[in-house]
Every structure is written in C-alpha cells, then in structure tokens.
C-alpha cells in the first residue's frame, strides 16, 4: 500500500504520524481494501502528507478543506470508501466548520484526525487541541485558552461514531479504523500522536519514547474505566470506541429524496 518512489518520507524522526500511517495501512490490508474503490483526502500540515506515501487515489488539498473535498468526492461517487486525515489544526481551526458541519450531515466518510497537540509544520502555533499551559510559539508563556475535547466535540455536533486511539496502542489504533471504517455515517477517530520537535521539545516532554510512555500512562480504556471509580482516572483520557449511533446517512437521504422529486412525490 507504500508508494516506494515517494521514500524516504520528511518526517521528523519518532514522529508519530509514521504510526499512525503503520495502523491506517495495516486496517486496509485487513478489510482488503480496494485501492480503485477507495480515496484518500488530507488537507495540510505534517500529517496531511500521508496521503502521498500511499499507493491509492488520493487528493491532498488546501489548508482545513480536505473535509468539503471529500464531501465532494462522497456526494459524485457514493460508491467509493472516503478517508480524511487530517492534523488537529486542520481538523479544528481552519476547518473546524466543516468538521462540524460534516458531523451534522453524518455523510460516510471516515475521519482520521492526527492530535500532536500542535501546528507541526508551519512553526508550532498553538492549535485547539493544545492543553492549557502548555508552550507553542504562539504562547511562549503557556496556552491560556482551554482546549477542545475532540472526541465530545464531534459527538455533540452528530458523529455517529466517535473513537481515540495512541501512537502507543497501535494494534488498536488500527481496530478502532477498522471500525470507524465499517461504519455507515460519519466516522471519526482522533489519534492521539507525539511531535517531539514542535510540541515535545518546547514543553520538555523529553524523547519521542518518553511521549510514548506518556501515552500509555495516560490512557484509560473506555472499559476498563467503566468497572473504575471516574475520580480514579481524574486528568487521564479515555481510549477505545467511545460512542456509536445510527442515524441516516446523508448521500442515502439524498438519492432518496432525488428518487421522491422524480416520481412527483415532492
Ligand atoms: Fe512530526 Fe512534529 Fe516533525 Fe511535523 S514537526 S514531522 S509533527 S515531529
């Protein structure tokens, strides 16, 4: 699924937007994906690049738009499985309208949002999803806004499935697409990743392994919290599948109603 002409990538070394991409790829192969059948849209950014280190039809766009592409892409060819990777500044800034507008419409697309926390590529600019306190060159003194939890954002503006997973857990990270995936509406999984450059270095996280360790000490699986007492795991976050809903999906509705205009029925 690797686009060897593409290699070596420019990532930063213990980036984890390669494991991310690692899980993303191990998922196709899994749902033996077909690479005609299926398009991959990103927009920009340090994670938007997977898009082209992989071996499918793929359309990396502008600056927090990958998500009305793919809304584009979705509506002309239903029959196609749409992917969006997206960064947290991406996904929640500069897009952050049609990330809650493509939650509303619950239109299938799958969303793969990659949260290091920060804007990687464009200088370390604080993001949404930046923690209060933490540093970004755009908060030298610590971020004082409070950040976004992306996983409730998404449920509240109408995701129907809404999932978090680790650089860490990378088996389940791919799991949790696999499901994201399979799922009929709009899909998003926030992947919880490390930038030891932008992010890590200036919050003195230490190595990319010591973010990793982070992660893993960090994280609770939404089933194992639920036999815990919630003040157990006060300031940790929650891992795994964590919402799932039907409701209908939006280019079904819409052949539906075209289909009711053509007989007369509207
Ligand atoms: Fe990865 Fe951060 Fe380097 Fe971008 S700046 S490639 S997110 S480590």
Known sequence: YFRQDRLPHIWCPGCGNGIVLGAFARAMEEMEMNQDETIIVSGIGC????????????????????????????????????FVFMGDGDATAIGGNHLIHACRR??????????????????????????TGKKATTAPYGMMERNFDLCALTKGAGATFVARGTTYHAKQLTDLIVAGAQHKGF???????????????????????????????????????AKMNPADYQGKFLIGALYQTEAPEYTAAYDRLMDAVQKGEK
């Open 47 to 82: 994670s938007s690049r997977a898009t082209t280190y992989l071996n499918f039809n793929t359309l990396h766009t502008t600056h927090g738009r990958a998500l009305a592409f793919a809304t584009g892409v979705k509506l002309a060819e239903p029959r196609l499985q749409v």
């Open 187 to 225: 899909s998003v999984i926030e992947a919880v990743s490390q930038c030891p450059v932008s992010y890590g270095r200036r919050n003195k996280m230490g190595t990319s392994l010591d973010m990793l360790k982070w992660e893993k000490e960090n994280a609770v699986h939404v089933k194992t919290a």
């Open 106 to 131: 619950n239109i299938d697309l799958t969303a793969i949002i990659i949260n290091n926390n920060i804007y990687g590529m464009t200088g370390g600019q604080y993001s949404p999803l930046t923690p």
